[in-house]
């Protein structure tokens, strides 16, 4: 379980990271699947001994533009047809 593997401090700045990330994220009913993405790549940051917040914040702010570019395209590929 990821409590087990983290502490406190960490897993603070881990929740941070994902609520900053997440506001980037469009609204809708894949915003959760999306924010379980993002979670994981600050997982796996933090995996790496990567703790500080602007780290975790990074990977889940890539994350989400990752989340966010694709979902564009596929509006885009969706309206055109």
């Keep these: 379980m990821i409590i087990d593997t983290f502490d406190r401090r960490t897993m603070a700045r881990m929740e941070v990271a994902?609520?900053?990330?997440?506001?980037?994220?469009?609204?809708?009913r894949e915003k959760h699947n999306a924010r379980r993405i993002v979670a994981s790549k600050i997982i796996?940051?933090?995996?790496?001994?990567?703790?500080?917040?602007?780290?975790?914040s990074e990977a889940g702010y890539a994350a989400a533009m990752q989340l966010s570019s694709s979902a564009q395209s596929v509006r885009k590929k969706e309206a055109a047809n």
């Excluded at 994902?18 to 809708?28: N, S």
């Excluded at 940051?45 to 917040?53: D, F, K």
């Design 44 to 56: 796996e940051c933090a995996n790496r001994g990567e703790t500080s917040l602007s780290r975790l």
């Design 18 to 28: 994902l609520e900053r990330a997440c506001l980037l994220l469009p609204t809708g």
